[in-house]
């Protein structure tokens, strides 16, 4: 059955300039779509740029060149109306779910804020029943809705920061690193909660993440990115499976296997250095730095982005043909 998209990012560039005629490229040429109803999982280390790839499709932020397609639609393109139409339509959750709610609001006020501005509810009762309701889908209760921010744990206050973002039914939300501010013990239970949000409420996610281990219970399909780029991008199963680019491969190894047996038997990539930075990032291949399997052609020569086996894409010189 054929797919469908939901979202299309074609060619997105974010450059930001830094002083002395010197641009930071943050996401250089980057291109990915989303089908309706899956998660794309979309990793990399801290810089890397994949946050700045959401904060854009987001509208967070205008893009240098490329576009944002919704529904077939250029999101940067919109008229007013329009814009404030697709607002309910696209939400985020953010990392630090303790910065990202007011501190000086109700749980009341905060997931009921975005619904008075759309207008939702005429009547109070009926918004506040959908509060409660709201409440409810993530795992709290109705006494929480009069507490302050401060009053709760991390994943409570993560699980209001996801109260906030269904409260205006969208149907695609942005999860920025949504669990790495949490407890190890605390980042499953999330983790579950928007898998079984997905299913209820037929949303599409892309979830944002710094390594691989979690992302691999939650998304359908998953890119790799590295300094601006995406690396290497295929189905999740395949990505765990046969990883293709020198980097997955690294990020892969890192993730501890929980039988001590295997654990200790198997050799771990680590990659040399920090990542390059991308004001002034290397020739030919960005990873070149740090590939262990780094050849000469690598310096010189961009690798082309090619579909090296049936949806398992990735771009790399020792896939070259
Ligand atoms: Fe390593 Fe070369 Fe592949 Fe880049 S293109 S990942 S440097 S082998």
Redesign the pocket.
């Given at each position: 059955m054929q797919k469908d998209i939901l979202l299309e990012v074609n060619n997105l560039k974010k450059y930001f300039e830094v002083g002395r005629g010197k641009l930071l490229k943050a996401v250089d040429d980057v291109t990915f779509h989303i089908y309706r109803g899956e998660t794309f999982g979309l990793v990399g280390e801290s810089g890397c740029g994949k946050s700045t790839t959401g904060r854009v499709m987001m509208r967070l932020y205008q893009p240098t060149d490329g576009e944002v397609l919704y529904n077939g639609k250029n999101v940067h393109n919109m008229n007013a109306q329009e814009k404030f139409a697709h607002n309910r339509k696209m939400q985020m959750i953010f990392q630090d779910p303790y910065a990202s709610l007011n501190p000086r609001s109700t749980v009341r006020e905060i997931i009921g804020e975005p619904m008075e501005v759309h207008a939702l509810y005429p009547r109070k009762q009926e918004q506040l029943m959908r509060i409660y309701e709201l409440l409810e889908i993530v795992g709290l209760n109705h006494d929480h809705a009069n507490r302050y921010p401060h009053e709760f744990s991390g994943g409570q206050r993560q699980r209001i920061g996801i109260a906030r973002a269904l409260s205006l039914k969208p149907e695609f939300i942005i999860a920025d690193e949504p669990i790495s501010a949490l407890d190890v013990s605390v980042q499953a239970q999330v983790v579950n909660l928007l898998k079984r949000l997905q299913k209820e409420q037929r949303l599409t996610y892309l979830f944002i993440a710094h390594d691989l281990s979690m992302v691999k219970h939650i998304s359908d399909r998953i890119g790799v990115m590295y300094l601006g780029n995406i690396?290497e991008l295929t189905e999740s199963h395949l990505l765990y499976k046969k990883p293709l680019?020198?980097?997955t491969q690294a990020l892969l190894s890192a993730i501890p296997i929980p039988d001590p047996e295997i654990e200790e038997k198997r050799e771990r990539i680590i990659l040399k250095g920090e990542m390059p930075s991308p004001i002034s990032p290397p020739s030919?291949?960005a990873?070149?730095t740090r590939?262990a399997?780094?050849?000469d052609?690598?310096a010189f020569q961009k690798?082309i982005w090619r579909e090296v086996e049936k949806n398992h894409f990735v771009?790399?010189?020792?896939y070259n043909g």
């Open positions: 690396v680019h020198p980097y030919g291949c990873f070149r590939c399997e780094a050849m052609i690598c690798p771009a790399c010189h020792l």
